[in-house]
């Protein structure tokens, strides 16, 4: 009795930090983001981390190959704690991590002045049999946390089913996703010259962000910036 209360505690009392345990605290701390997510050299196109000091230009991938969207910010790297955090979210029936994801999300600058400047708020949406395995969309959860009044989660749309990106090399990965999306042609004009921001959880190599952006471009979209909760170390293309 006395055990099963000890972990009832554990296990609903919100105030502690999940990564170090200190009390009190947020769903993850201060002086843990401080330490688990420092601020980083990003790719401005891709969001890919650069070493420091090498300025703020495109990586080369990116200058080779620019993505279909115009910019892109990830506000942590997809390692620990973080990946352990998503995967909780995503596969842990956690949703409720949603909110304090988008949080760390707002608190970056470049993030929190794309959210302010879109018009628009888009969910990279999911395949429909992946909704229909996990329930939610994750990143439909957190665009909803980021910018409530301008999420359209009917606008873009999954027009094909795809084999899952993480068992493919890249360019399986960008021929796997190049016709998964669709702008759906009753609602195209809601997009046209609209400045759109995309919403994903993780960016891996960037291939379904990019295909997403491509639809959008053609459906004459504005200015494309991508928003990621966590970018991987895998260059994007
Ligand atoms: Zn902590
Ligand atoms: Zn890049």
Known sequence: MYRAWIHFLATRLPSRCEVCHAWP?????EPCVNRFAPPVTRCPRCAIGLPAGVGVGACGACLRQPPAFDECHAAVD???PWAGLVGRFKFGGEPGWAAALAARMREHEGMA??????????PLPLAPRRLAERGFNQALQLARHLAPGKVDAHLLLRVRETAPQSALDRVERLLNVAQAFAVDPLRAHRVQGRDIALIDDVMTSGASLDAAARALRQAGAGRITALVFARTAVPSH
């Open 25 to 29: 605290a947020r769903p993850v701390c």
């Open 78 to 80: 997809y390692a620990y």
């Open 113 to 122: 002045r794309a959210l302010d400047a879109a018009q628009l708020v888009l």
